[in-house]
C-alpha cells in the first residue's frame, strides 16, 4: 500500500513475520495470491489483519438477481469496510431512503412466472432494488450498513440502520451478543447477551457475590459496569441512535432456540416475541 512505513514498524513487522505470519501462509499452501469475500460482511479488522499477514482479502457484493456480482474491490485497488467500486458496465445509485439500486447487463429479466414480483424488484427504468441499505464514498467505493427491511423508523420518522451500531457495542469485551429495539419508538433499547466469562472475572476481583449467570445479570455493579462501557462507545453516535435502556439476558441466542439463522444471524421477530415483556419493561413511563 502507498505510504512511509516507519523504521520500527518494518522491524517489529519483519519480525512476526518470521515467527507467526510465514506459518499462516503456509497453512493456505504458501503461493495464495488473494482470497475473495462475499456472502456476509467482512470486518474491517479481519481485512487488515490477513494483509499484515501477507493475505490479502478482496470483498465484493452482489445478488442472485445481478448475476452476482454488483462491485467488487480489486486487488491493486481497494478499500477494507467496502465492497468496492461497480464491476465494468454496470451502474449504482442510492435512493432517497439509502436503498442500493444497480442497473446493468448482469441484471435478471426478472423471476419466471412472477410479473408482480418482477416489477416490485425492477422499476421501469430497469434499476435493481436490492433490498440493501448503503452509501458510495467519495471515490466511488460502497459501503453497505444494512438491510432495507431491518431500518428502524423512530416514533419522531428518524431513519436508523441498527446493525453498524450492534456491530459498534459488539467491539466490547464485555458483550457477546446484542439486539436493538426502536422501531416505531421514542429512543432505542438494547437486549443483550454478556460475556459471562469476563464478568465473572470482573466480579470475583471484586468479591462480588453470585451463584449463577442469573446473578450476575441482576447484579447492579455489573449493569452499572455495561453502562458505563455503551455510554463510552457511543458517544460519537447521534442522539437518535444511543441507548437509553438496555436489559443483560441470562443465556445466550442460539440457533437450537430459533434465535439464530444458521449463519449466526438474530431473528428480530422471534427474539422480539419472545422476551416481548423485557422490551415493553424498558418503554414503561413513556408516554
Known sequence: RRGSVPAHLRIRHALADRLV??????????????????????????????????????????LTESSPVISANRLHNYRFGSVGQPIPGVEIRIEGDGEILARGPNIMKGYWGQPEATAQAIDKDGWLHTGDIGVIDAEGFLHITDRK????????????????????????????????????????????????????????????????????????????????????????????????RFTLLDRQFTVEEGELTPTQKVRRNVVEERYANVIESMYEGVS
Open 149 to 244: 427491511k431491518h431500518l428502524f423508523v423512530s416514533s419522531g420518522g428518524k431513519n436508523i440502520a441498527p446493525q453498524p451500531i450492534e456491530n459498534l457495542f459488539l467491539s466490547s469485551k464485555y458483550i457477546e451478543q446484542l439486539m436493538l429495539i426502536g422501531d416505531h419508538r421514542m429512543y432505542l433499547t438494547a437486549l443483550i447477551v454478556p460475556d459471562f466469562e469476563v464478568l465473572k472475572e470482573y466480579a470475583d476481583a471484586r468479591k462480588l457475590s453470585y451463584s449463577s449467570p442469573s446473578d450476575l445479570a441482576r447484579l447492579a455493579e455489573i449493569n452499572q459496569l455495561i453502562e458505563r462501557d455503551i455510554n463510552n462507545i457511543q458517544k460519537d453516535l447521534a442522539n437518535y441512535e444511543r441507548v437509553r
Open 21 to 62: 505470519f510465514s506459518k499462516r501462509r503456509e497453512k493456505t499452501g504458501g503461493r495464495m495470491r488473494f482470497f475473495v469475500s462475499g456472502g456476509a460482511a467482512l470486518a474491517r479488522e479481519l481485512g487488515e489483519f490477513f494483509e499484515a499477514v501477507g493475505l490479502t482479502v478482496i470483498e465484493g457484493y452482489g
